[in-house]
């Protein structure tokens, strides 16, 4: 199952974090990406330049591991656990 969610900080809460949690139970391992659409919307439009520095800059970024936040589902699990208490 895939699922995208469109929100503003606002709405992202401890709620929704559960919710989430019920929807994908019978999952082993799930992946959540979060980027925000005020910089490069997939609804504005780009040159291919742009686009082509975009990609380069991301390339950087996982080659040299900058801007790159991971977690296991037990550390998701613990986080999501910490904030209901």
């Keep these: 199952m895939v ?4 929100l503003t900080p606002d709405e992202l809460t ?4 559960e919710q989430i949690k019920q929807m994908f139970s ?5 992946e959540i990406e979060i980027r925000s659409l ?5 609804y504005d439009k780009e040159t291919k330049e742009e686009y082509k ?15 790159i936040v991971a977690f296991t589902e037990n550390e998701f699990t613990e986080l999501t656990d910490n904030l209901l208490k």
């Excluded at 005020?38 to 997939?42: A, D, G, K, T």
Aim: aromatic residues 0%.
């Design 3 to 6: 699922t995208t969610l469109n």
């Design 53 to 67: 520095e975009r990609i380069l800059k991301a390339i950087d970024n996982v080659e040299n591991k900058k801007k």
């Design 26 to 30: 019978a999952s082993k391992h799930i």
């Design 14 to 17: 401890v709620e929704l974090l």
């Design 38 to 42: 005020s910089e490069n919307s997939l």
